[in-house]
């Protein structure tokens, strides 16, 4: 180990070690703390938006997608964070600690140009809990989970779509959610605009859109669809086949929290570029300021070799550039990308065998904005309401037909039609997304 990993590991041991905030509360009876919502004062899912792009030349420009206020946001997002907590209880307190704020800033507040953001905080499995057994610790953030989904159904819903946004933990209790609590139930299922479902192992039947986690909930197939599922885990090197993401036989904290893999499963994988109709290299989009001290800071440190990037706006899209495509490879089904250019470094895989789940959720992040921004417009369309465009808009795309799933390998994944060809170079502003960049 080098000393700067040794420094690193040291600093965040001692943020692990540090005791819950004193203002932290947990939820009672049907009382749920939120991390964003809409009106909630210094809301981290609300953060300016303005964003400094790096070219692989060295050039610069700024930003800033169009984000109307949130009283003129047709939709929601429901969020749900990953693991995060520096607590040492099995599970954390719901409080907004600082890592769990800079999480929802990182993954969640980009999607603000799209939906109103209501992220519950939740007494979620820690780093210490998981050795524990999930099957017990799990439930108990579950249960939060649920009471803070029943929340905003019967306080905050009000018939509007929502989109569910969730990553690793957030990811495996939104797999839950679906299954007992939205496709079995019809008129909700109907309000469910997507689900952004990455790094938790989503299931489907080999070969399917459905018939593993999900019957009445599809994975995405096609640009605009609404009602289905987005899903990958993201591996710059082949994944070994003992991969923590992506294995139908290694999807163990699915398994104990009570989500069955059933015989003949494949997680699924989506690629973002199709499904957004840009098929240009993507790069990582990231707040600038950095990420609180703790365990997923020190995996970011870690994973950019120490060079994180950082910006004087409030998002940095860096210089480096990848392509990918959803592939199968030792068993696993994953989002396999390389770097598209010989200035780009590969980021290192941390922690080892989990890929680069670091950044699921920034990878071609906006790409994956697009995605839900397109969901929503034909959500909205297809039930008489849709969004008027703003003066910031861009010309719209050119529309695609179907998309791939998963690639053309037999053993690769979903079926599906041919993908979209060539890139597209800006794409809908019909919401008032503005300018699609990587």
Known sequence: MTRLAALLGALALSAVLAPAPAHAAEPSGSTTAWLCRPGLADDPCEIPLDTTYVDPDGTTSVETPARRPQSKRKVD?????????????????????????????????????????????YRQVTFAGFP????????????????????????????????????????????????????????????????????????????????????????????GEFGCVVAYSSYVNDPPPVAFFGNPSTDLAGTALGIPTKPGSQVLCTDPGPLSGDLRDFGVTVPSEPY?????????????????????????SPADRFQGACKTINGATVFRYDPADAQTRRPLEFPPLWGTHIFDANLALEKLVSIVHQQAQAYLDSRGAPEEPSSDAVTEAPSDD??????????????????AQGSVDQLVGSLGVGILRR
């Open 77 to 121: 997002c429901f969020y749900v964070y990953p693991t995060v907590s520096n607590q040492v209880t099995p599970n954390a307190s719901a409080s907004a600690a600082p890592e769990v704020r800079s999480i929802a800033k990182y993954q969640a507040a980009r999607y603000s140009s799209v939906c109103r953001i209501y992220a519950p905080l």
């Open 132 to 223: 524990l057994g999930p099957v017990v610790t799990g439930d108990v953030a579950y249960g939060d989970v649920v009471a803070a989904w029943n929340s905003y159904l019967a306080n905050d819903n009000k018939g509007r779509g929502v989109v569910l946004i969730g990553h690793s933990q957030g990811t495996l209790m939104l797999r839950k959610l679906i299954r007992e609590h939205i496709e079995t139930n019809p008129a909700v299922r109907a309000r469910l605009v997507g689900a952004m479902l990455l790094g938790g192992n989503v299931m489907v039947a080999k070969g399917a859109t459905t018939g593993g986690d999900f019957q009445n909930v599809p994975a995405c197939t096609q640009r």
């Open 292 to 316: 609180a001290p703790g365990a997923i800071q020190t995996a970011i440190i870690l994973s950019t070799y120490g060079q994180v990037p950082t910006a004087g706006t409030t998002w940095v």
């Open 402 to 419: 179907k998309v791939i799933v998963a690639d053309s390998e037999p053993s690769a994944g979903l079926p599906g039609p041919d993908a």
